[in-house]
T-cell receptor, first 111, second 113 residues
Framework: QQQVKQSPQSLIVQKGGISIINCAYE??????FPWYQQFPGKGPALLIA?????SEKKEGRFTISFNKSAKQFSLHIMDSQPGDSATYFC??????????FGKGTLLTVNP | DTGVSQNPRHKITKRGQNVTFRCDPI?????LYWYRQTLGQGPEFLTY????????KSRLLSDRFSAERPKGSFSTLEIQRTEQGDSAMYLC???????????FGPGTRLTVL
């Protein structure tokens, strides 16, 4: 049973464009919704996270939108840059502190 | 600023051998996690420590796997009688009680021949 479904699997955007990655979850006990960024050969690193008491959070070029009723949240990367090329994971967490990762989205930003 | 460190970074072993990995968390982080990541997939939770107590283990953690954190600082993950299916990246993360952010190490890539 896949608790977290992430889409798309891969995404190619031009420099300066907007990248949008979506995550749907089933477990209503999740109460923390982070996005992680992973470069080849490195461990994942927290990019941005949101709690369910707000519907949107913005940090620089990165925005999380959260829809509790639909059990979905998304990552928007504005003005995408070649340095943003990486794999992105949604990884919601419940009260047990366990991150449940999606399968990842490989983002390629062409110069 | 020292992040989470893991050793070794790479390990190649033959099927049936035992291997042990080490994780040193960020100092003052009392929570430590182990995840496993296979190619093209997201990390999967294996186990979690709060201080020296192992509080949760995934059903992915078969009897061949054992993890310890004897003094609440570094942790070791041992795999006995390795199988080819154990080939993966083993990631360690740590966090501070009262915060949500888990900081990941660079991982140990295990290849079982």
């Amino acid at each position: 049973q896949q608790q977290v479904k992430q889409s798309p699997q891969s995404l190619i955007v031009q420099k300066g464009g907007i990248s949008i990655i979506n995550c749907a979850y089933e477990n209503t006990a999740f109460d923390y919704f982070p996005w992680y960024q992973q470069f080849p050969g490195k461990g994942p690193a927290l990019l941005i996270a949101i709690r369910p008491d707000v519907s949107e959070k913005k940090e620089g070029r990165f925005t999380i939108s959260f829809n509790k009723s639909a059990k979905q949240f998304s990552l928007h990367i504005m003005d995408s840059q070649p340095g943003d090329s990486a794999t992105y994971f949604c990884a919601p967490e419940g009260s047990n502190y366990k991150l449940t990762f999606g399968k990842g989205t490989l983002l390629t930003v062409n110069p | 600023d020292t992040g989470v460190s893991q050793n070794p970074r790479h390990k190649i072993t033959k099927r049936g051998q035992n291997v042990t990995f080490r994780c040193d968390p960020i100092s003052e982080h009392n929570r430590l996690y182990w995840y496993r990541q296979t190619l093209g997939q997201g990390p999967e939770f294996l186990t979690y420590f709060q201080n020296e107590a192992q509080l949760e283990k995934s059903r992915l953690l078969s009897d061949r796997f054992s993890a310890e954190r004897p003094k609440g600082s570094f942790s070791t993950l041992e795999i006995q009688r390795t199988e080819q299916g154990d080939s993966a990246m083993y990631l360690c993360a740590s966090s501070k009680q009262g915060t949500d952010t888990q900081y990941f190490g660079p991982g140990t890539r295990l290849t079982v021949l």
